[in-house]
T-cell receptor
């Protein structure tokens, strides 16, 4: 069974600094998708970034980028120039299944605190 | 684009009553919707997958007779918690996936259920 592990329950960063959140996953599939979702105190899940496993190039969305290491099954999120609004729970997720039965498997989350 | 709404945002009910939660995709047609449950400070747990016009697929351990799911149209899925008990108190989140874009799920803002 696929699993997603986020080894950092909590992280903190100074405003304007850079922070990296870790995520590893276990799968026997060769084609899949990986996501980072953000859940602020409002609890609305917000898609931050996604990565397709068959693409070697790391995904980037403005201040957010990933370091995707397929062989190591690692998918870390880097937040540059951290802002107070980045404070939230961050969930790494793996999309498993195929043929219309795709389901997201979430890690346990990392709580990010941004210090002014 | 890709907005998902949920109603109500919070509900308090007496033990033994039933509660219906609606999930709507506002600007796209969702062939598949998902229902999650999230306990405080925990990750999202998939309860069931709802496909328009067919029966929902429940995850192992989820009581289908207690959590009734209906996906009658391409923009609406409902979750009914029947004969609710205090242990059903939780945060329920739905997500929706466009038919032609199977990878990304867009999440609703969640519904907080409190059963007294």
């Amino acid at each position: 069974a696929q699993t997603v592990t986020q080894s950092q329950p909590e992280m903190s960063v100074q405003e304007a600094e850079t922070v990296t959140l870790s995520c590893t996953y276990d799968t026997s599939e060769s084609d899949y998708y990986l996501f980072w979702y953000k859940q602020p105190p409002s609890r609305q899940m917000i898609l931050v970034i996604r990565q397709e496993a068959y693409k070697q190039q790391n995904a980037t969305e403005n201040r957010f980028s990933v370091n995707f290491q397929k062989a190591a099954k690692s998918f870390s999120l880097k937040i540059s120039d951290s802002q107070l609004g980045d404070a939230a729970m961050y969930f790494c997720a793996y999309l498993r299944g195929q043929g219309g039965s795709e389901k997201l498997v979430f890690g346990k989350g990392t709580k990010l605190t941004v210090n002014p | 684009g890709a907005v998902v709404s949920q109603h109500p945002s919070r509900v308090i009910c007496k033990s033994g009553t039933s509660v219906k939660i609606e999930c709507r995709s506002l600007d796209f047609q969702a062939t598949t919707m998902f229902w999650y449950r999230q306990f405080p400070k925990q990750s999202l747990m998939l309860m069931a997958t709802s496909n328009e016009g067919s029966k929902a697929t429940y995850e192992q351990g989820v009581e289908k007779d207690k959590f009734l799911i209906n996906h009658a149209s391409l923009t609406l899925s409902t979750l009914t918690v029947t004969s609710a008990h205090p242990e059903d108190s939780s945060f329920y989140i739905c997500s929706a996936r466009e038919g032609g874009s199977a990878e990304t799920q867009y999440f609703g803002p969640g519904t907080r259920l409190l059963v007294l």
